[in-house]
């Protein structure tokens, strides 16, 4: 079956503008998660969203970082007055959700985001 | 603090020998741990995982992984790699707050 996609897979964008990122994951996967993947950073967690329970954003670097999850499926990511240091590839992920804290969690191509 | 920590920031290997890939994990309570491999521009691809059972995990594409309790380890093998190997290795684990921790990876190069 299909797996996560992302899109944009490339975007260029101003510093001070705003971003959106998509994320559809894998079809019957309650669980939804957005990190980030910067050079000298490695993987950095950044929101988890699972069904219709309230998202985990604790992993959210400020708050021009936002995301949403329309009808338990497709996720937005939205960065506002983006930064250079927002520069990174931002990968969604989606598991099945029935086992918190041991589910298999499959990942998307991501989306490079360049911040000039 | 819990962590997920990858010694070797790179390995080389000739194509045909066996390779490894080192991981060693600090989470509190049972360890749930996955390897995953990174090709360029490519997101994230499942290899394995260990959540209970039997300490030697067999995966995707001929590799597998030990788990060593006493050692708090969990190394990724494979008895013969390939130069289609070659890519960036990352292991994980859940920690105590439900999310996954990411090692800085390794990058695994396999020469001819």
């Known amino acids: 079956g299909a797996g996560v996609s992302q899109s944009p897979s490339n975007k260029v964008t101003e510093k001070g503008k705003d971003v959106e990122l998509r994320c559809d994951p894998i079809s019957g996967h309650t669980a939804l998660y957005w990190y980030r993947q910067s050079l000298g950073q490695g993987l950095e967690f950044l929101i988890y969203f699972q069904g219709n329970s309230a998202p985990d954003k604790s992993g959210l670097p400020s708050d021009r970082f936002s995301a949403e999850r329309t009808g338990g499926s497709v996720s937005t990511l939205t960065i506002q007055r983006t930064q250079q240091e927002d520069s990174a590839v931002y990968l969604c992920?989606?598991?099945?959700?029935?086992?918190?804290?041991?589910?298999?969690?499959?990942f998307g191509p991501g989306t490079r985001l360049t911040v000039l | 603090a819990q962590s997920v920590a990858q010694p070797e920031d790179q390995v080389n290997v000739a194509e045909g020998n066996p390779l490894t890939v080192k991981c060693t994990y600090s989470v509190s309570g049972n360890p749930y741990l996955f390897w995953y491999v990174q090709y360029p521009n490519r997101g994230l691809q499942f290899l394995l995982k260990?959540?209970?059972?039997?300490?030697l995990v067999k995966g995707s594409y001929g590799f597998e992984a030990e788990f060593n309790k006493s050692q708090t380890s969990f190394h990724l093998k494979k008895p013969s790699a390939l130069v289609s190997d070659s890519a960036l290795y990352f292991c994980a684990a859940y920690n105590q707050g439900g999310k996954l921790i990411f090692g800085q990876g390794t990058e695994l190069s396999v020469k001819p």
């Open positions: 260990y959540i209970t059972g039997d300490n």
């Open positions: 992920a989606s598991s099945l959700g029935f086992l918190a804290g041991r589910d298999t969690q499959y």
